[in-house]
């Protein structure tokens, strides 16, 4: 195994494993769903598994492995969005868009994803897959391939290869209506509604599940990550292992947050709620505090009936003042906020989105005991 903090995705893994062993490889596979889940990394694996010198998936580091481990292997081809630089031309390689900081930066990316199988390479600006990308594989698949051995063009993201314009999906449909001998691709897309319906007709698609709550949690304990935070990610993310990790970073900051929010809805006070929404600017950070207090809310309701299963102990002021001066109406609470979700990802107006989420909420705490 190239990464040894990888949730496998038994049924997934298993399949690629006998691919791998029958070599009856697909040219093109595209490997759909939530960020986070751990796609890249299995397709890594894959790759790994096919050219491992010693054909062994517990492989204790040949030389092919160990290159695929620092995503050096000369044979493993990765395609990402870039920025677009202005002054390259269509005939120029897809690196020279990249100054000097941006390969450092570059650099620095794919060395935390070698450690790393649930880091998101992000580069400054970079937001589509450019044409150069693709004219890069037209040069590359004309190289040799030593016997037995299978080149990968792993190319993460691959919703961005018609954004803004197709010409960079056209150009790699071109290249899968013809496929090089012992090449192969790999696309990896948490949205296969923007793929070309002409490539995922030449692609073999392979779905990955959110990971389950038992197994998101215990990898989270696992990784020295609290209690109390390793019961509340996975419910907030999805499944997204990355971002769960990522709140445990910043978890004390987002507590801090909630509990700004929760005193200006127990207080009715409308101008220090709109405050607490103004300081956050990313509209997932916007629903990640929503879900939040959802999580809260509920806690509460569980809290004045005396259950079991509480994710926010460590707020058990605000859990008491809740459930002993209000009469809490979780079927109204969580149709409320999961209404007020759905329209901020309509692209609703957010202060509008938000200041109209404090007016249902608070006209249902109002009805106390």
Not at 20 to 26: G, L, M, R, V, Y
Not at 82 to 91: A, D, G, Q
Not at 111 to 125: E, F, T
Request: glycine share 2%; aromatic share 8%; net charge positive.
């Amino acid at each position: 195994m190239i990464y040894k903090n990888l949730l496998l995705h038994n049924n997934i893994f298993e399949k690629l494993l006998e691919i791998a062993s029958n070599k009856k490889i697909q040219n093109s596979y595209i490997f759909h769903g939530q960020e986070g889940i751990g796609k890249e990394a299995h397709a890594i694996e894959f790759f790994a598994t096919l050219n491992c010198n010693n054909d062994d998936t517990n492989c204790n580091g040949c030389s092919s492995c160990n290159k695929t481990k620092s995503l050096q292997h000369e044979l493993l081809n990765i395609i990402l969005p870039l920025p677009k630089n202005k002054s390259i031309t269509k005939k120029d390689s897809a690196l020279k868009t990249l100054d000097k900081k941006q390969l450092d930066e570059l650099t620095k990316e794919l060395h935390k994803k070698g450690q790393n199988p649930y880091h998101k390479i992000k580069l400054s600006n970079a937001n589509t897959i450019l044409i150069n990308s693709i004219n890069d594989i037209k040069k590359s698949i004309s190289l040799s391939i030593p016997k037995n051995k299978y080149k990968l063009h792993l190319i993460f993201e691959a919703d961005k290869l018609c954004h803004p314009r197709q010409e960079a999906g056209n150009a790699l449909l071109k290249i899968l209506e013809e496929p090089p001998e012992n090449n192969f691709f790999i696309l990896i897309t948490s949205d296969i509604s923007k793929i070309l319906d002409t490539i995922i007709s030449r692609s073999s698609i392979i779905n990955f599940n959110n990971i389950e709550f038992k197994k998101h949690y215990d990898f989270l304990i696992q990784n020295n990550i609290n209690e109390n935070i390793a019961k509340i990610a996975p419910k907030i993310s999805f499944g997204n292992i990355n971002y769960s990790l990522k709140l445990s970073n910043n978890f004390k900051d987002i507590i801090n947050i909630l509990e700004e929010l929760i005193e200006s809805l127990i207080n009715s006070n409308l101008i220090k709620w709109e405050k607490v929404f103004n300081k956050i600017k990313e509209k997932n950070n916007i629903i990640e505090l929503i879900t939040l207090l959802n999580i809260l809310l509920t806690d509460a309701y569980k809290y004045q009936n005396n259950e079991k299963n509480i994710y926010f102990n460590n707020l058990e002021k605000y859990l008491s003042i809740l459930s002993k001066e209000y009469s809490l109406d979780i079927e109204k609470f969580n149709k409320i906020i999961n209404n007020t979700i759905n329209n901020i990802n309509l692209n609703g107006y957010m202060p509008l989105m938000t200041s109209g989420l404090y007016i249902d909420l608070n006209k249902q705490l109002n009805n106390k005991f």
